[in-house]
C-alpha cells in the first residue's frame, strides 16, 4: 500500500504526448499536474520581459534564480504564475517557444528550476518533462519514458501550430522537432535519456486514449 504522496514522472522528447497524457493521468488520479516545459517557458518569458540577452547565460541563470513560478488549477486548466503573475497565454507565444529552447540548455537554469520542481511534487504529482525521472525525481515511483517517429511528432505539432498559423510548414516544424532533439540528448546537464527503471511507451501508430489505457494499466498494478 502507498504511504505517501504518489510521484509519476514521465519523460520524452518534444511532441511525444507528454502534456496530454500527463494532464489526464492527474485527472484520473486527482493528483497535481507539473509541466516543467511551462516552468522554462515562464523562464523565457522573464528574460524577453527584462534587459538580459536570451545569450548571457550568467543573466539568465540569475534571473532563473530569482523568478518564483508555480502552478495552480486543475489538469485542464492549469494556471502558471510568474511571481504571482498569471502568464498561462503568453507563454505559448512563438517568441517565448524560441527563447525556452535556448535557455533549457543552460546548466544554472535547469538547477534552479529542479529546485522548484522538486518543492512543487512533494505534495504528489505527475510531472513531464525531459529529465524527470534521471534528475528531478529518481526515486519517483512510476517512472515513463514516451517516444513516437519523429515524422510523426511533426505532425502532431503541426496540427497545433495550425491552430494559430494556418500556414504553418512541415518541413519547417520536422527541422524545428529535430534541432530541440539534438539540443536536448547532447547537452552537457540533464541530457534527454530514459532512466534504467523507466517503463518505455512508443506511440506511434497509437491513439492517446491507447497510450493512456497502456499506462493506467501500470499504474493500477503497481
Known amino acids: 500500500m502507498i504511504t505517501h504522496p504518489l510521484i509519476i514522472a514521465i519523460d520524452g522528447p518534444s511532441a511525444s504526448g507528454k502534456s496530454t497524457l500527463g494532464r489526464m493521468l492527474a485527472r484520473e488520479l486527482g493528483l497535481l499536474y507539473i509541466d516543467t516545459g511551462s516552468m522554462y517557458r515562464a523562464v523565457a518569458l522573464a528574460v524577453i520581459e527584462s534587459s538580459a540577452s536570451e545569450r548571457d547565460d550568467v543573466a539568465v541563470s540569475s534571473l532563473a534564480e530569482r523568478v518564483k513560478i508555480d502552478l495552480a488549477g486543475d489538469p485542464d486548466s492549469l494556471r502558471v504564475l510568474l511571481n504571482g503573475r498569471d502568464v498561462t497565454r ?8 524560441h527563447v525556452s529552447s535556448m535557455v533549457s540548455t543552460i546548466p544554472a537554469v535547469r538547477r534552479a528550476m529542479v529546485r522548484q520542481q522538486r518543492e512543487l511534487g512533494r505534495r504528489g504529482a505527475v510531472m513531464n518533462g525531459r529529465d524527470i525521472g534521471t534528475v528531478v525525481f ?7 519514458f514516451l517516444d513516437a517517429s519523429v515524422a510523426e511528432r511533426a505532425e502532431r505539432r503541426l496540427a497545433e501550430e495550425r491552430e494559430k498559423n494556418p500556414d504553418a510548414d512541415y518541413e519547417q516544424t520536422l527541422a524545428d522537432i529535430t534541432g530541440r ?13 530514459a532512466a534504467d527503471d523507466a517503463i518505455i511507451v512508443n506511440s506511434t501508430g497509437l491513439s492517446i486514449e491507447e497510450v493512456f489505457q497502456q499506462m493506467m494499466a501500470v ?3 503497481y
Open 90 to 97: 503568453r507563454i505559448r507565444d512563438e517568441d517565448v517557444t
Open 138 to 144: 529518481p526515486d519517483a515511483d512510476l517512472k515513463f
Open 181 to 193: 532533439d539534438a539540443r536536448d540528448m547532447t547537452r552537457e546537464d540533464s541530457p534527454l535519456a
Open 219 to 221: 499504474v493500477k498494478a
